[in-house]
């Protein structure tokens, strides 16, 4: 991707339709330059001589580069050869306004959702791509397997989720068993003492014998 945005994306050709002066011939042709478009043309319309482009729409001349860059995919130009000029459709219809012409897009951010099947066992795969400004892509494949093989991935995560889960219960009640023990042994000791200790009893009185 670096090497890709250090580099110039490569034009590519781009159709355009070219008619001749009085548009009773029309032809669609591909070019990535102006050069290439007037070449294209004159093979297309046949005309023997250097020819001129001009818009159909309201005949503006199409001289420089960066003029031809700006133009849309499938703008309608027209072919003059020496001492034609532009003139206005008569065919009804045929003429297009530059006000209703939608304004030119470009497109930021394009994505795409691609859901197929490899096998026909298969739940089905979704392919996600993402294209930026028309040239820089990304794409991720999710690709979920059959219901038996699913099936057996859920119940081995479930297996090992309540494993994990019993041996977290299992030393978290081990260590609760040794606070409790810990807090125990001093009240032990401290009862101990009083039990071991012998109660003494009072000496009983002596009789008196009698002589």
């Known amino acids: ?10 034009s ?11 548009r009773s ?8 330059n ?8 004159q093979a297309a319309l ?3 001589g250097p020819i001129s482009l001009v818009l159909d729409e309201d005949g503006t001349a199409v001289e420089t580069e960066s003029f031809f860059q700006t133009l849309e995919d499938g703008t309608v130009l027209m072919a003059l050869s020496k001492g034609q000029t532009w003139a206005v459709s008569k065919t ?29 066992r298969d ?5 996600v791509k993402a294209t930026l400004y028309g040239t820089y892509s990304m794409s991720y494949d999710l690709r979920c397997y059959g219901a038996k093989r699913l099936m057996k991935e859920a119940l081995r995560w479930t297996l090992f989720t309540m494993q994990a889960t019993g041996h977290v ?3 978290t009640s081990c260590y609760m068993q040794q606070l409790l023990d810990a807090t125990e042994e001093p009240k032990e000791a401290e009862i101990s003492p009083a039990l071991q200790t012998p109660l003494s009893l009072p000496p009983l009185p002596r009789r008196k014998t009698l002589q």
Not at 12 to 22: M, Q
Not at 25 to 32: D, P, S, T, Y
Not at 34 to 41: G, I, K, T, V
Not at 123 to 127: A, E, H, P, R
């Open 25 to 32: 011939l029309r032809k669609g042709i591909m070019a990535q």
């Open 92 to 120: 009804p219809g045929y003429q297009l306004s530059l006000s209703n012409k939608p304004p030119r897009r470009i497109d930021v951010a394009r994505v795409t959702f691609d859901l197929y099947k490899t096998n026909p």
């Open 123 to 127: 739940l089905g795969c979704l392919n």
């Open 1 to 10: 991707m670096t090497q890709q945005l250090l580099s110039s994306p490569a």
């Open 12 to 22: 590519r050709p781009r159709p355009f339709r070219v008619c001749n002066w009085d």
């Open 169 to 171: 219960l299992l030393g």
């Open 34 to 41: 102006l050069s290439e478009l007037l070449r294209q043309a």
């Open 46 to 48: 046949l005309t023997p």
